[in-house]
Nanobody
Framework: QVQMVESGGGLVQAGGSLGLSCKAS????????MGWYRQAPGKQRELVAH???????TYASSVKGRFTISRDNTNNTVNLQMNSLKPEDTAVYYC???????????????WGQGIQVTVSS
């Protein structure tokens, strides 16, 4: 079984910074891509940032230039550094691991349990 454990998050004032971290654990051979999504109350879940094994990244336009995603392939960890936070960044943030191979014929996707980020104005 693969477990996704998120840490970080919390409450910060507008303009501040927070860091999120997520570790995938289990009998993992490889992970194709990792990322962060978020869901604000009353809104659909949306992609925040995404990083593939080779290091290529994708960001939502709303966070580009403020957030940075990074990945530690050795430790199966993905991090999200969030700077210049705005109240509209308030949401539950979920990490993902896509194409996780544990020895079978195909990879599977996994999600973290979600972690709250609240930005006060």
């Amino acid at each position: 079984q693969v477990q996704m454990v998120e840490s970080g998050g919390g409450l910060v004032q507008a303009g501040g910074s927070l860091g999120l971290s997520c570790k995938a654990s289990g009998s993992i051979f490889s992970i194709n891509a990792m990322g962060w999504y978020r869901q604000a109350p009353g809104k659909q879940r949306e992609l925040v940032a995404h990083i593939v094994g080779g290091g290529s990244t994708t960001y939502a336009s709303s966070v580009k230039g403020r957030f940075t995603i990074s990945r530690d392939n050795t430790n199966n960890t993905v991090n999200l550094q969030m700077n210049s936070l705005k109240p509209e960044d308030t949401a539950v943030y979920y990490c993902t691991a896509e194409g996780v191979y544990t020895g079978g014929y195909r990879g599977y996707d996994y999600w973290g349990q979600g972690i709250q980020v609240t930005v006060s104005s």
